[in-house]
């Protein structure tokens, strides 16, 4: 069951247009909230969009897949249903990155459990979220998680001789991402 779960849990990046109520959003953070938090500091906090001029505001500040140069992302009818905007409390903690990477599995694979996938982003004009979405200060803007329906299909294959990691799209637009074998990654 949970490895089913981690191998649905994808980055995707075109999604199905589907609505997410708020209550969804809500149930994913709770699920971050119950995980783990180094030292219990738990200095994350969160903002959901799950509306749609809200959503349009977020969407332009973020860039999308990275290796895929030729593409810009994603085009009306394949863009998230929503947002969860991860965020450091400074006045709590000052270095967020251990709780992030808990917080975002924990969402990410409740999604995947209601069959809904997600893409953690990290490229993002922070300067310009933070002015249109007044974020105080005091808060580190550390990731966004697109949600939605997936709306691609994605497959999982060992890399290749050529030790190439970087993810591609086929002719049948089929996202490819290269994962190192298990005997790579085992020393000793």
Known sequence: ???????????????????????????????????????????????????????????????????????????????????????????????????????????LLGAAEKGLGGCIIGSIQRKKLREVLQIPDYFEIVVIIALGRPGEEISLEEISGNGDIRYWRDDKNIHHVPKRSLDEILIG
């Open 1 to 107: 069951m949970i490895r089913e779960l981690i191998t649905r849990n994808r980055s995707y990046r075109r999604f199905k247009e589907f609505k997410i109520e708020p209550d969804v959003l809500k149930d994913l953070v709770d699920l971050a909230r119950i995980s783990s938090s180094a030292a219990n500091l738990q200095p994350l906090k969160y903002i959901l969009s799950c509306d749609p001029k809200r959503n349009a505001m977020i969407f332009p500040l973020l860039t999308w897949a990275a290796y895929l140069r030729d593409w810009p992302g994603p085009r009306e009818g394949e863009k998230p249903s929503a947002y969860i905007i991860v965020l450091g409390d400074t006045r709590i903690g000052g270095s967020f990155e251990l709780d992030c990477g808990i917080a975002c599995q924990s969402i």
